[in-house]
């Protein structure tokens, strides 16, 4: 069973950056497409970002499109997502997931039925 844990969150002014970091640990011998969501308060969770098992795709919603770039690290099962320019309306726990569908889910703007982590709270606040 993969277990995800989400670290990097925090707070940081408008036009900051912050670096969130995935690391998955448990059944890892194969690799995980993994997605990066966002929840803010009293609000709907979506997908922000997605890439594919073999770092061949990557999804972004046009919100963060130009200011989040997604990657991973195989070697020790680590997926970030780099996030540059940063504005109060990012404000929100995020969580990354495996999906099993390779980033086809997300990238259709569904959530996928996969493991999820417990999600970090990012703030971006003056």
């Known amino acids: 069973q993969v277990q995800l844990v989400e670290s990097g969150g925090g707070l940081v002014q408008p036009g900051g950056s912050l670096r969130l970091s995935c690391a998955a640990s448990?059944?890892?011998?194969?690799?995980?497409?993994i997605g990066w969501f966002r929840q803010p308060p009293g609000k709907e969770r979506k997908g922000v970002s997605c890439?594919?098992?073999?770092?061949?795709?990557?999804y972004y919603a046009d919100s963060v499109k130009g200011r989040f770039t997604i990657s991973r690290d195989n070697a020790k099962n680590t997926v970030y997502l780099q996030m540059n320019s940063l504005k109060p309306e990012d404000t929100a726990v995020y969580y990354c997931?495996?999906?099993?569908?390779?980033?086809?889910?997300?990238?259709?703007?569904?959530?996928?039925?996969?493991?999820w982590g417990q999600g970090i709270q990012v703030t971006v606040s003056s």
């Open positions: 997931a495996t999906d099993p569908s390779d980033c086809t889910v997300v990238a259709g703007g569904n959530l996928p039925f996969g493991s």
């Open positions: 448990g059944f890892t011998s194969d690799y995980y497409a």
């Open positions: 890439i594919s098992r073999s770092d061949d795709f990557t």
